[in-house]
């Protein structure tokens, strides 16, 4: 029987652990992706279900 694939994040790099774990608890978005999250609301408030 096939064993479930395991999901983890190895990072070796300790400057790539800091811009991780910075990014983590900072995100940041572009204007692009908080117009394309309010399209998507309002799309979904015109057709309910």
Do not use: S
Not at 5 to 29: A, H, S
Not at 36 to 44: G, L, M, P, T, W
């Amino acid at each position: 029987m096939a064993e479930p694939i395991r999901l983890g994040l190895l990072i070796e790099d300790p400057e790539d652990v800091r811009e991780f774990e910075d990014n983590m608890k900072n995100p940041k978005v572009t204007k692009e992706q908080v117009e394309f999250v309010r399209e998507a609301i309002r799309v979904y408030k015109a057709h309910p279900f």
